[in-house]
Every structure is written in structure tokens, then in C-alpha cells.
């Protein structure tokens, strides 16, 4: 629609021709309606789409509450509010619905990653897999790097993850298993973000970081990212921001990989061990970055892939292990009934030790359990916004114009009563061994969700369900765990990823 076309446009010039308006005031009006109509046809373009009024015309209301870390509650709220579809950004809207979700995220579907995803650009002189909006680059990338993430051409990747588990169970064994003659504390958050953090540098690139061996926060890699994910998260609501400050003019602002300490460290060391399997004599492997090289990676390319693996990877499997303790130990019989079904398999001889992924599948409960708690506690806390295509679509009964970013609300379409039941916002594993067929399946469809779907799903989704099947079996087969301070047990907010302070447990070898 031109300017002069515009319902405003003309309503303001019929109002000048009334009252025989001078140029000058003709000229001042003129200056006002440029400033003010871009502001009115923003709102207007999405009226029809409820939400808080503030969020109609402004980014504030998004930025602050993604500042304090209750921006996915909030998206929930007002999804049981106002409905499937609501609106949270001038060109900005949330959906709790599953089915537009999959719509979007189809092989073949029209729609693109939106402006968002450019705060996630960690090298600013390049995309990576998570940040490239390109659909024929993004395709390219990902199938340049599917079989390594599978584990088809990685055939370490257990054994990768079960030596990991064993250099944690070694950690407790030599800092943190309490008795009654001595009080051993652990900051069960902190250890599951170092075991996480090892393994995926263990898969990325052939070796691990060290977190477990050091026991401490190697680079103040932690320390640094969990400061800079929630500006990240922050950015993605203003991405001409994002843009300014990866610029040429402003990027020896942001962390460097000759930095001593911090990210720009961390990112020193990736680069310099990918960059030795591109050396002249370096023998080709048969891990993740390996098939990742056979595969048409250039060294530029692997080497911001490594980077974004260990950030994206780590933490959110750290959350979902979190997420797992935290409601096994605040609830006895889940606990119980575990650590049973745990019992039970060991005593038939149904399980190895370490336990393998296969044999993991095969127990109900644990997976019941798994389930549960990445539904409960979805690891990625983000919109994700897509973009509409050019001609527009209609969403939820509604006529939502082309470039309109559409984000997921990822509480509201997990903590939904019509799918998962009354007590949706309760942990009960039991929902997902009780429900008849037909729910089961629509369970999983919408818990799977947590991965994404079609051309966007999780590269990683292998990986992180072989960490969650192999370690909680080794932590409780071993050891008795207690929250230490049941009425705090953990201090929970969410930066895109779930951050969780303070979560100190008491670990005891079990019949001691």
C-alpha cells in the first residue's frame, strides 16, 4: 500500500483541507506523519492479533521480560489468555499450537528463519548451522554434517559418552560422596554443565575440555556464557542491534580467540584442535569432526561448527540433566521407582555396566522419566521465530501478512491440559505408561517438539538421548541423592537456555 493510500494518510489530509491549513502547518503535519504513520501501519498490520497493548508498538515489553528471565512463562500466560496466536513485538507473534509449528518447520514449507536467529551469529564473519537463515546454504551445511551427528559414521560416540560418565562418577567418588562423619556439598548444576561440556568436546573434536578432570570452570567459559546468553537473547529481539555490533566498526569489541580467558579463550582452543586435523600429516578419524571432514567441511566452517556444538549442546543437555535430578529428588516415589526399575534390571542381568543405549530404551520408567522432563522443563526456552512468506498465510483462522515473524511458546504448547492432561504443569511420569494409544501418540508428537522438526529439527537430538539413557542410570545404581535445602532446592530462571543456581545435593554410596 503507497503512503498516500493509506486509510491514516488520507484521513490526516481531509483534516488539513478543513481547516485551511497553512505550508507551514502543512509542512510540520507532514514531518509528524512521517514520523508517526511507519508507528500506525505497523500496528495495524497485525490489530487483529491479541496481545498486551504495549507489545503492539513496541519491542520493550519483549526485551525486559527476556532481561529478567521470565519470558517463556510469560509467553504462556498469555497464550491461556488469549488464545493459540498472540502478538508480542510490532511484527512479532507466539503460537502454542503444534500443528502450525510442523507447518512451519516442513521440509518443503515456504517459511524461513527469521531476522532472530542473527544474535546467534558466534563468528561475526560467518554463519553457522543454527544462525544461517539461507535455506540453500543451511541445507547444504546440514548435510554436510547429518551422519556424524548420527553416529553412523562416529562410531565412538558411546563409548565417548561412557568415559565421560566414568570421569564424573570419579570426581564424586574423590570430592563430593558425604558420610556421616563428613559433609561433602555438591553443586549438582555445576557438575552437569562440566560433564556436558566434556563430552561435547570429546565428540566435537577428539578430546575434552578438562571440566571434570579440573573440577573448575576451565577458560571461565560458564561464567562468561552465562552473562552473554541472555544479551544474546536480548539481541535477537533487536537484530539491526545485533548487526551494528557485528559489524566491521564495532567487532574488536566482541571476544577474540587470542583473549586469555573468557569465550574468545575457548574459542582459541576449538580452533587450534580442529585446525590440527587439516594438518598436512594429520590422520583422518572416525569420529564427529572426522566424518564432518569427509564430508566436504572446509577448516573455517568446522571449526565455528565446533564452537557452536559445545555452546549449544552443552548446555542445553546440562538442562535437561538438571531438570531430571532436580524433580527425581524433590519427588520420593518417582525416585523409588526408578532407582527400582534400575534394580530390577541389574538383578536380571538386563543391563551392562556401563549401561548401553540400547538396553536404556528398554526400560520403561527411565524413559518415562526422560520424557517427562523435557516436557516439563523444555531445555531451549526461545521463540525461534520463522518468517512468513511473501504472500502471506493464514494461521489459526487468521490473515498474518508476509515478513510477520511467528515464534513458538514452548511452556504453553508443553504444559497444554487438552494434550498432556489436567496435571500438565505437574512432573508425573506416569502419564506417558497410563495414556491409551491414540494420546500417547499425540503426546509424543508434541513432546518431540522439543527437538524441532522437518529441515530445522536438532542435529544433535542422538546425542543428548544418549547422555540422558546412559548417565542417570550410572548416578543412581551407585549413589543416593537428597537436595539439600528442600524448601530452595535450585534456583531456576531462563536466558534461551534454563539456568539453574545453587542446586546443591548430598551424595552417598548407596548401602553405607
Known sequence: MAFTDHPAAALIARALDATGATAATVFVAGVVALLVLPTIIQWYRLSHVPGPKLAAVSKYWQIRESIKGTLPQVLKDLNDKHGPLVRIGPNDLVTNDPDVLRKMMAVRSPYIRGPWYEAWRLNPTRDNLFSMRDEAGHTALRNKMVAGYSGKENLSMES????????????????????????RPMDFGQKAQYFTLDVISDLAFGEPLGYLERDEDVYDYIKITTASIPAMLTLGSIPTLANIIQSRFLRWLLPKE??????????GVTNNAVAARFAPNAVPQQDMLGSFIR?????????????????????????????????????????????????????????????????????????????????????AGGAFFKQVPPGGDVICGKF??????????????????????????????????????????????????????????????????????????????????????????????????WMFDDFWVRVTRRGE
Request: glycine share 6%.
Open 258 to 267: 587470542t583473549d586469555k580467558i573468557g569465550f574468545g579463550a575457548f574459542i
Open 295 to 379: 564430508h566436504g567441511l572446509n577448516l573455517e566452517e568446522a571449526q565455528g561448527e565446533a564452537v557452536l556444538q559445545i555452546v549449544a549442546g552443552s548446555d542445553t543437555s546440562a538442562s535437561t540433566i538438571r531438570a531430571v535430578m532436580l524433580n527425581i529428588c524433590t519427588n520420593p516415589p518417582v525416585y523409588q521407582k526408578l532407582q527400582q526399575e534400575i534394580d530390577e534390571a541389574i538383578a536380571k542381568g538386563a543391563i551392562s555396566s556401563p549401561i548401553k543405549d540400547a538396553e536404556a530404551r528398554q526400560l520403561p520408567y527411565l524413559q518415562a522419566v526422560i520424557r517427562e522432563a523435557l516436557r516439563i522443563l523444555p531445555p
Open 160 to 183: 565417548t559418552i561412557e568415559t565421560e560418565i566414568s570421569r564424573l562418577v570419579d570426581l564424586i567418588e574423590r570430592k563430593y560422596i558425604s558420610t556421616p562423619k563428613h559433609y
Open 400 to 497: 498474518i501478512p508476509g515478513g510477520t515473524q511467528i515464534g513458538s511458546s514452548p511452556l504453553a504448547i508443553h504444559h497444554n491440559k487438552k494434550t498432556f492432561g489436567e496435571d500438565a504443569e505437574t512432573f508425573r511420569p506416569e502419564r506417558w505408561l497410563d495414556a491409551d494409544e491414540d494420546q500417547l501418540e499425540k503426546m509424543k508428537a508434541t513432546a518431540d517438539l522439543v527437538f524441532h522438526f522437518g529441515k530445522w529439527q536438532c542435529p544433535g537430538k542422538t546425542v543428548a538421548l544418549m547422555e540422558f539413557n546412559k548417565i542417570f542410570v550410572e548416578l543412581l545404581r551407585r549413589y543416593e541423592w537428597s537436595v539439600i535445602n528442600p524448601f530452595n532446592a535450585a534456583k531456576v530462571n531462563n536466558a534461551g537456555v
